[in-house]
């Protein structure tokens, strides 16, 4: 079982949990497509990964610790809530950039960022592709340190907890 | 090296004067006092004992999970006691196949891949072994009365099915020594009768020994040895614990007595 399948399968059953963050970096891919500051949209889709991926790894210490337990090794572990980050990244922003290009469309503005950034760019078409690039490598940053707290969690005190159906 | 155990069996576990205690605070609790035991290949030690006395601790130190605070702890010939955690994990992959309290099963996946995963998890598994585990994990499923269940995920299976799994993943790894807290606890007569049937296959084809701490009387009757762990210590040996362990009702007396 690789990371990227287990993560697969942890994101493809949690993706109602996880609307808050696909939300909010849809919101951020939505604003970059319409040309607001990459400083702003960045931050709010970093944001929303860390606190996903927080509440996540939180959420989830039984079953990451039973990984661990089973024969994960802790940069597995980082590696797969990676994946699950850049699923969610991408499930956000992929939905954000068609309804921000769509909306840019329907106001009349050309696509695409204007002075030095177009010219940087060269053509509107790269702007997804930088958005998404940029988009994943922030909530990939962000991520990373509830990912690595989740592999430093002592396995056996993770085991221990009650599982969800017993809590309370 | 090994040496001799009970019942005269090569020593497979040897703990020595193992002790184990957590800071809690500015309290110390110490949870295991001089823990000394050997553990043949084959052999199934049953350790039982009422709650909160460490039966789980002792089985998280068998297991590999946590080190003990001191004492000697030898799994196969190697010292284990100073092991860092990721040696013990590859100690424990190799090794050990373990039965969490509470059936720690994974929600995404189906039984079968539950029962895969120690597998998985080790290495890319070549099409061929894939192919072995595959019919492995769905042959141990079957032997636990859950063939019928196989693409079945956590959630649709109630507790004393997702137990059974978690028994089943237990030995897909075909360990030296199976850990298990409390492993039958949520198990019916007839699966009960699998299970021990199960383990049993396992001990005489395999030479796999295991160490489960139980409160359950009807599994006692099929342990080699059974201990009783009492405060964090292993009290007298009793070699026919059915007849001497105090039935559950004696047992809240005496607490409640004490």
Known sequence: MTPARLALCTVRRGWLRAWAALLAIGAAACMLELGAGWLHALSLAACASAAHMALQTLARRRELATLRALGMSGPALVWMLELEALWITCGGALPGLALGAIAAWGSGRSVGPSGQEAALLASGALLPLAALLALSTACLLAALVPAIRAARHEVARGLALLPPHQDG | ?258
């Not at chain 2, 080790?122 to 099409?127: A, E, F, G, K, M």
């Not at chain 2, 796999?208 to 139980?214: L, S």
């Open chain 2, 1 to 258: 090296m090994h040496t001799e155990a009970m019942g005269g069996a090569s020593t497979l576990l040897s703990l020595s004067g193992i002790h184990k205690y957590y800071r809690h605070g500015e309290f110390d609790v110490h949870a295991l006092w001089g823990i000394e035991l050997q553990v043949g290949a084959g052999e199934m030690v049953a350790v039982c004992g009422p709650s909160g006395h460490g039966k789980t601790t002792l089985t998280n130190v068998i297991g590999l999970l946590e080190p003990p605070s001191g004492g000697r702890l030898l799994l196969d010939g190697v010292e284990a006691a100073g092991l860092g955690e990721a040696e013990r994990a590859v100690l424990r992959a190799r090794l050990i196949g373990a039965v969490y309290q509470c059936f720690t099963l994974i929600p995404g996946l189906t039984a079968r891949d539950n029962v895969l995963l120690p597998l998985l998890l080790r290495r890319r598994l070549t099409r061929a072994e894939r192919a072995d585990a595959l019919a492995l994990a769905t042959e141990l499923l079957a032997r636990v009365g859950l063939a019928s269940h196989l693409h079945h995920r956590p959630a649709r299976l109630d507790p004393g099915q997702c137990q059974r799994v978690a028994i089943a993943r237990a030995l897909v790894t075909r360990p030296r020594l199976v850990v298990a807290d409390e492993p039958t606890s949520r198990l019916d007569g007839s699966a009960l009768r699998m299970v021990l049937e199960l383990w049993t296959a396992c001990q005489r084809e395999q030479g796999t020994a295991f160490v489960i701490t139980t409160r359950d009387q009807r599994q006692l009757v099929r342990a080699s040895r059974t201990l009783q762990l009492s405060d964090g210590r292993i009290g007298a040996r009793q070699a026919d614990l059915p007849r001497h362990y105090p039935r559950p009702a004696s047992l809240h007396a005496a607490r409640v007595g004490a």
